[in-house]
């Protein structure tokens, strides 16, 4: 998913869906972590977009809390 659209997309969900989808990148986060420390990691670059996602999704919730 291109930068904006994802954007977009948080924008447009509530706040009970962004914490949602927090709980949801952490998780595969977390898993992605795991699989790179036991030498299994598919996508070694999907871990880069994952965090990013999350801070993405933690500046709409900051800009929220802002308004």
Known sequence: MKIKEQLK???AKTDAELGDELV???RE?????????TGQAAKPDQ???VRKSIA???TVQRERVKK
């Not at 977390?30 to 699989?35: D, H, K, P, T, Y």
């Open 9 to 11: 997309d948080f924008r």
């Open 24 to 26: 949801k990148l952490r």
């Open 29 to 37: 986060q977390f898993n992605l972590r795991m699989q790179a420390a």
């Open 47 to 49: 871990h880069g977009k």
């Open 56 to 58: 993405r999704l933690k």
